[in-house]
Nanobody, 124 residues
Framework: QVQLVESGGGLVQAGGSLRLSCAAS????????MGWFRQAPGKDREFVAA????????YYADSVKGRFTISRDGAKNTLYLQMNSLKFEDTAVYYC?????????????????WGQGTQVTVSS
């Protein structure tokens, strides 16, 4: 079982940047996929980006492609989400998640472990 703790959220103006971190403890297996999701008030939780822990392969939602970058530091067991050119509509609680397996999965119910979330607020 993996335990996940996010940090790095905050208030930023539109066009600004933030970097989220997700510290993972427990046994991070090389065949875990890690992902970022977000949930805005009144909306469903949606996929943002994912990374294969073993080789760093990445996958992005179209809405963030070219603006967000997901990465990981294996030595620190930490997942990152660099968010640039932030928009008002990026405002949400951001969650990191983990799942066992190498295939890309975009639905929240396909992930096994979740962090508590960190708030990102973009002012227009």
């Amino acid at each position: 079982q993996v335990q996940l703790v996010e940090s790095g959220g905050g208030l930023v103006q539109a066009g600004g940047s933030l970097r989220l971190s997700c510290a993972a403890s427990g046994h991070i297996l090389s065949y875990y996929n890690m992902g970022w999701f977000r949930q805005a008030p009144g909306k469903d939780r949606e996929f943002v980006a994912a990374i294969r822990w073993s080789d760093g392969g990445t996958y992005y939602a179209d809405s963030v492609k070219g603006r967000f970058t997901i990465s990981r530091d294996g030595a620190k067991n930490t997942l990152y989400l660099q968010m640039n050119s932030l928009k008002f509509e990026d405002t949400a609680v951001y969650y990191c998640a983990a799942r066992y397996g190498s295939r890309w999965r975009l639905r929240p119910d396909e992930y096994d472990g979740w962090g508590q979330g960190t708030q990102v607020t973009v002012s227009s």
